[in-house]
C-alpha cells in the first residue's frame, strides 16, 4: 500500500500544499527537464476527459517520462467485465505511478489502497479532483501575490460543483472571506456551510451575480449545468441572471481576476475573454505545472 | 425487568431489549443470530410504555464483545444490553457507537464505487454539535444516522 498516493484535497496538510505550489513555480520557470527518464506513467480514464488527461500527459512527457493508458472505458479491459481491483493490479505491474479517472465516488480512495504504486485522483464521479483545486489555488497565489485574508467570490452551482467544494477546504487554511452566489435550487450545501462557521470562516450568501463582486479580489465561476433544473424554464431565468458580461466588471477592483474551471458554457460571456481580468486560460495552463509538481512529489523524484 | 425475567428464565447468555419492533431482525441479522446454533428466544411487538412496540432478543450461552454489541447502537441506539449469568444481570452494558463501521452498512450514494463492485464498505462516526453521521471513507459523502441503510 501506498501512503504517497493523492486522492483527496485533504490528503495534504497546508504546508505540503505550499510546497507543490512553490514547485509549480519552479516548473513554470523551467517546465522541460528529465527527471522523469525512464519512468512509466498510466493514465486511465474510465471516462474521458480529454482536457485533464492532455494535461498530465504533457506533465510526464515534458519531464521525460513516458505515458501508457487507455482514453475511455469502452477500448479498456472493463468493458469485458473485469474489475476496478484487477486492472489496478495489472496496470501496477508495469507502471510506477497511475492517473486515473473514474465515473464512481470513491474509487481512486479504493485504487489507492490495493494499489502497489501511487494513485493521482484525476477525478472520482462528484466527489474530488485534487489537481483542479491545487491549480485553483496556484492561480490565485499567482494573481494575488499571496493566498492570504482574499474575499472571494464563488457563483454559479455551488450544490453540486466538486472544484467548489475543494477550493473551500484548502482556502480554509489562508483565512479567506468568502461571498457565495447562487440560485436557490443551487446554493452550498449545509455541509460545507457547516464547514466554514467550525473553521471561522466569514461567509455571506446572495442570489444575484450583479454588483455583489465589486468587492472581491477572486470571482470563482461554476458551469450550470441544464440537467440540475427540474423546470426548464427556472433553468433559462438563472442562465441569464449568472451570466458574467464585460460591463459587470466596470466597478470591481483593479486586482480583481475571475477563475474557471472550464468548460464553460454561457455562464461567461465571450466579450470578457479580452478582459485583462479573465484569467481562465492561464488558469488551464498552470494545470500543467501543478501536475508536474504532483507527479514529482508522488514519485519523490 | 422482575416480569422479563420470569418469561426469560435465562440462565446465562445476553439480553436485546427494547428494540423498536421494526428494527428487530435487522438486530437480528447484524449478529448473524440465523446462523447462530444457540438456543435463542425472539419477542417482537411487546407492550412497552417507553417505545410503543417493542421486541427483545435472549441468546443462551454466549456475551457478545462490545464491539458486536455496539453495532446495534446503528439502528436502536436506545436497545438495552443485559448480560446474565445464573440468573442475574451481571452487567448492563451500555451501547456507544464505535468509531468505525465495517461491512454492516451500505453507502447512501447510488455513486460510490462500493456499490458497484465487490468492496467491503467502510464508515468513519463524525461527532459534532449538528450530530452524528456517518463519512463514507471511500466516496466522503455524509449520511445522517437516522438514513443509514443496513446491508
Known amino acids: 500500500m501506498s501512503n504517497r498516493s493523492l486522492v483527496s484535497i485533504s490528503d495534504y496538510n497546508k504546508e505540503e500544499i505550499l510546497e507543490i505550489l512553490d514547485a509549480a513555480a519552479d516548473f513554470e520557470a523551467n517546465p522541460n527537464r528529465s527527471t522523469l527518464k525512464g519512468k512509466v506513467i498510466a493514465t486511465l480514464f474510465f471516462e474521458p476527459s480529454t482536457r485533464t488527461r492532455l494535461s498530465f500527459e504533457t506533465a510526464v512527457l515534458r519531464l521525460g517520462g513516458s505515458v501508457i493508458g487507455f482514453s475511455d472505458a469502452a477500448t479498456s479491459s472493463s468493458v469485458k467485465g473485469e474489475t476496478l481491483n484487477d486492472t489496478i493490479r495489472m496496470v501496477s505491474c508495469y507502471a510506477d505511478a497511475i492517473v486515473m479517472r473514474h465515473p464512481f465516488e470513491g474509487a481512486a480512495r479504493y485504487a489507492a489502497e490495493i494499489s502497489p504504486v501511487p494513485i493521482i485522483n484525476a477525478g472520482d464521479g462528484a466527489n474530488q479532483h485534487p489537481s483542479q483545486t491545487l491549480l485553483d489555488l496556484y492561480s490565485i497565489l499567482k494573481t494575488q501575490g499571496t493566498l492570504e485574508n482574499l474575499k472571494i467570490c464563488v457563483a454559479g452551482d455551488l450544490k453540486y460543483g466538486r472544484t467548489v467544494h475543494s477550493?473551500?477546504?484548502?482556502?480554509?487554511?489562508?483565512?479567506?472571506?468568502?461571498?457565495?452566489?447562487?440560485?436557490?435550487?443551487?446554493?452550498?450545501?449545509?455541509?460545507?456551510?457547516?464547514?466554514?462557521?467550525?473553521?471561522?470562516?466569514?461567509?455571506?450568501?446572495?442570489?444575484?451575480?450583479?454588483?455583489?463582486?465589486?468587492?472581491?479580489?477572486?470571482?470563482?465561476?461554476?458551469?450550470?449545468?441544464?440537467?440540475?433544473?427540474q423546470d426548464l424554464m427556472e433553468y433559462e431565468r438563472v442562465k441569464n441572471v449568472y451570466t458574467l458580461k464585460n460591463s459587470m466588471l466596470e466597478n470591481t477592483k483593479p486586482n480583481l481576476r475571475i477563475l474557471h474551471p472550464l468548460p464553460r458554457v454561457s455562464e461567461i460571456a465571450p466579450d470578457v475573454d479580452k478582459n485583462e481580468k479573465a484569467y481562465y486560460f492561464q488558469q488551464a495552463q498552470n494545470g500543467l505545472y501543478i501536475r508536474q509538481a504532483i507527479i514529482s512529489k508522488v514519485l519523490s523524484v | 425487568m422482575e416480569?422479563?425475567?420470569?418469561?426469560?428464565?435465562?440462565?446465562?447468555?445476553?439480553?436485546?431489549?427494547?428494540?423498536?419492533?421494526?428494527?428487530?431482525?435487522?438486530?437480528?441479522?447484524?449478529?448473524?443470530?440465523?446462523?447462530?446454533?444457540?438456543?435463542?428466544?425472539?419477542?417482537?411487538?411487546?407492550?412497552?410504555?417507553?417505545?410503543?412496540?417493542?421486541?427483545?432478543?435472549?441468546?443462551?450461552?454466549?456475551?457478545?464483545?462490545?464491539?458486536?454489541?455496539?453495532?446495534?447502537?446503528?439502528?436502536?441506539?436506545?436497545?438495552?444490553?443485559?448480560?446474565?449469568?445464573?440468573?442475574?444481570?451481571?452487567?448492563?452494558?451500555?451501547?456507544?457507537?464505535?468509531?468505525?463501521?465495517?461491512?454492516?452498512?451500505?453507502?447512501?450514494?447510488?455513486?460510490?464505487?462500493?456499490?458497484?463492485?465487490?468492496?467491503?464498505?467502510?464508515?468513519?462516526?463524525?461527532?459534532?454539535?449538528?450530530?452524528?453521521?456517518?463519512?463514507?471513507?471511500?466516496?466522503?459523502?455524509?449520511?445522517?444516522?437516522?438514513?443509514?441503510?443496513?446491508?
Do not use: W
Open chain 2, 3 to 151: 416480569k422479563e425475567l420470569k418469561v426469560a428464565a435465562l440462565r446465562n447468555g445476553t439480553v436485546i431489549d427494547h428494540i423498536p419492533a421494526d428494527k428487530l431482525y435487522q438486530v437480528v441479522f447484524m449478529l448473524h443470530l440465523d446462523t447462530c446454533d444457540n438456543q435463542i428466544t425472539i419477542g417482537n411487538n411487546l407492550e412497552s410504555a417507553k417505545i410503543g412496540k417493542k421486541g427483545i432478543i435472549k441468546i443462551a450461552g454466549k456475551v457478545f464483545a462490545e464491539d458486536e454489541t455496539n453495532k446495534i447502537a446503528l439502528i436502536a441506539p436506545n436497545a438495552k444490553i443485559n448480560i446474565i449469568k445464573d440468573y442475574q444481570v451481571i452487567e448492563k452494558r451500555p451501547l456507544s457507537l464505535p468509531d468505525e463501521i465495517h461491512e454492516i452498512a451500505q453507502c447512501n450514494n447510488p455513486n460510490c464505487i462500493t456499490n458497484h463492485q465487490n468492496i467491503s464498505t467502510f464508515f468513519n462516526v463524525i461527532k459534532d454539535e449538528t450530530g452524528t453521521m456517518l463519512k463514507c471513507h471511500y466516496c466522503e459523502r455524509l449520511i445522517k444516522l437516522e438514513e443509514v441503510k443496513i446491508k
Open chain 1, 167 to 229: 477550493l473551500i477546504m484548502a482556502m480554509s487554511y489562508f483565512h479567506p472571506t468568502f461571498r457565495f452566489i447562487a440560485p436557490e435550487e443551487l446554493k452550498l450545501n449545509e455541509e460545507y456551510r457547516i464547514f466554514c462557521l467550525m473553521n471561522n470562516i466569514p461567509f455571506e450568501e446572495t442570489t444575484e451575480l450583479n454588483d455583489n463582486i465589486n468587492d472581491a479580489d477572486i470571482l470563482y465561476m461554476t458551469r450550470v449545468q441544464r440537467e440540475r433544473f
